[in-house]
């Protein structure tokens, strides 16, 4: 579980860190973008945690194993990624991307199961509801979407 002593800092270095909020210190540092981290959020056990990022890709991050464990894309994908939450249960990835639409990804087989569209600009920001039943989404189009 996430220590409430920890921060996880996504960076235009290409890299996400977790530092010690008690004394500065970067504890933990993870590469494997080619370009600017928009987002991170922690995976639901708080043991992983997912970063999207300007080259058009989401990646998953192990905290205790300090390293990627899985990264989600496709060659078609050319827009970045603005804006990342899980599942209540973790097994779906939310991508909020720069082309308007919300990509889904299954966490464990690394596929795309699913495209949300229905914005008119980039998505900016997306959150899973506390139970779990829908997603937010906002965009530059200055609309937010509930999809149930």
Same mark, same amino acid.
């Given at each position: 579980?996430?220590?409430? $002593? +920890?921060?996880?800092?996504?960076?235009?270095?290409?890299?996400? %860190?977790? !530092?010690?909020?008690?004394?500065?210190? &970067?504890?933990?540092? +993870?590469?494997? $973008?080619?370009?600017?981290?928009?987002?991170?959020?922690?995976?639901?056990?708080?043991?992983?945690?997912?970063?999207?990022?300007?080259?058009?890709? &989401?990646?998953? +991050?192990?905290? %205790?194993?300090?390293?990627?464990?899985?990264?989600?894309?496709?060659?078609?994908?050319?827009?970045?990624?603005?804006?990342?939450?899980?599942?209540?249960?973790?097994?779906?990835? +939310?991508?909020?991307?720069?082309?308007?639409?919300?990509?889904?990804?299954?966490?464990?087989? &690394?596929?795309?199961?699913?495209?949300?569209?229905? $914005?008119?600009? %980039?998505?900016?920001?997306?959150?899973?509801?506390?139970?779990?039943?829908?997603? &937010?989404?906002?965009?530059?189009?200055?609309?937010?979407?509930? !999809?149930?």
């Amino acid at each position: 579980m996430v220590q409430t $002593h +920890f921060a996880s800092i996504q960076s235009s270095d290409q890299t996400a %860190r977790i !530092w010690d909020l008690r004394n500065g210190d &970067c504890v933990q540092q +993870f590469e494997g $973008h080619a370009a600017d981290i928009n987002s991170v959020r922690y995976y639901p056990s708080g043991e992983a945690f997912a970063t999207g990022s300007d080259d058009g890709s &989401c990646r998953l +991050f192990d905290v %205790r194993a300090e390293r990627e464990i899985a990264a989600y894309g496709k060659d078609g994908l050319l827009f970045g990624v603005n804006a990342v939450d899980f599942s209540i249960s973790g097994r779906l990835l +939310f991508g909020g991307y720069n082309d308007y639409s919300v990509n889904i990804w299954d966490t464990l087989k &690394c596929d795309r199961v699913g495209i949300l569209y229905g $914005h008119e600009n %980039r998505v900016s920001h997306l959150r899973v509801s506390p139970d779990g039943t829908a997603l &937010c989404t906002a965009s530059w189009d200055q609309t937010i979407r509930i !999809w149930a």
